[in-house]
């Protein structure tokens, strides 16, 4: 049979614990909305509508807005979300649109941003997919692009 071992004895405390300055890099916590999207997405908007778009994707969306457009670009209206950025060309007159494929979204609840949505009094209209979980809601932001809001669902 094997003797237990003896207990460990601690030093007594010799004083206050210092700290010092942590010196690894901050990260930044992503926002709550991704796009589905291979890239950066570029929309149009006309003049006038900054307020009203900044209310739209971050008030309701979650995006993050930039205020230093990049160099070399026309851009005006940056948003940053999980993993690309929504870049808006502000335009004097509004522009012909050649298709109206949806901007389309994922945030973490659809149940919450519904709510949102109607306490804001905006339409919105809700799809309900083939499958279980695949709802979306179906609006427009305040430049008349279309924008399609899915959730994340996770699969067991």
Known sequence: MIDPPEPIQLDPPTGELQLGDDRRPKLQVPPPVRMIAIDDCVLYCPAGLERQLDEFYVGLLG??????????????????????????EVLERPVEREDFRPLTLVVESISDLAQRLTEAEMEFQRQRGLAPGQDNLLLSDPAGNPVSVGQYRIAI
């Open 63 to 88: 995006f993050e807005r930039e205020d230093s457009p990049t160099e070399g670009t026309e851009h005006e209206l940056v948003y940053r979300a999980e993993n690309f950025r929504l870049r808006f």
